[in-house]
């Protein structure tokens, strides 16, 4: 049976504390409980996309402002953070479609996409055109540029107003909990 599902792209200051509550189940279920306080705390501030089927929400992902370095070059990065499907409606589409319009919404208002991929996340991103970073990681903590070398290999990049040397160091701003 086939099962009619609604796109919904909305700001965090849109969502209704019924949703963010949605959301937020959304990640715990998908990720099995490992998504602490500051993971959600990095999902709010931009832009969601979700996927709804009927009141139940079934596919989420978000995109926020950072600042990348690359070459020394100020970037407007529009970041994507908890991207997931719930476990049930897996294999069925659901992430392309919240990933497609995330890429709209960094197509249009940023210099370029950026994420961290998880092992099974990777090959979704790589398959609609995210490049792999190649180069080192590091992030502007407030000693300093400190190197992120155990997030290597797992940055993405949508290219998107500037081309960029994916060989190249890229740097990410500071936050709480995981930088990437």
């Given amino acids: 049976m086939g ?14 504390t019924a949703t963010r509550s949605a959301i937020r189940a959304l990640m715990l279920s998908a990720f099995d ?5 500051d993971d ?13 089927d009927g009141q139940d929400l079934i596919a989420h992902g978000a995109v926020v402002q950072r600042r990348m370095l690359v070459n020394g070059r100020s970037l407007r990065a529009g970041y994507v953070e908890a991207v997931a499907v719930h476990p049930a409606r897996r294999r069925q589409g659901h992430g392309g479609t919240v990933m497609a319009d995330i890429e709209r919404i960094v197509r249009g208002g940023y210099d370029l996409g950026v994420l961290g991929a998880s092992d ?3 090959a979704l991103y790589r398959a ?8 080192p990681s590091s992030v ?12 290597d290999g797992n940055i993405h990049v949508l290219p ?3 081309q960029v040397d994916l060989s190249a160091s890229i740097i990410c701003d500071w936050r709480e909990g995981d930088v990437w």
């Fill in 33 to 37: 409980g490992d998504f602490s306080d």
């Fill in 120 to 122: 099974d996340g990777a």
């Fill in 40 to 52: 959600w705390n990095h999902a709010l501030g931009g832009m969601h996309t979700l996927l709804w």
């Fill in 3 to 16: 099962h009619v599902t609604q796109l919904q792209t909305a700001h965090t200051a849109d969502l209704d």
């Fill in 160 to 162: 998107v107003a500037v």
């Fill in 128 to 135: 609609r055109g995210w490049r792999l970073w190649t180069g």
């Fill in 140 to 151: 502007l903590t407030p000693e300093g540029v400190v190197r992120t070398d155990d997030n």
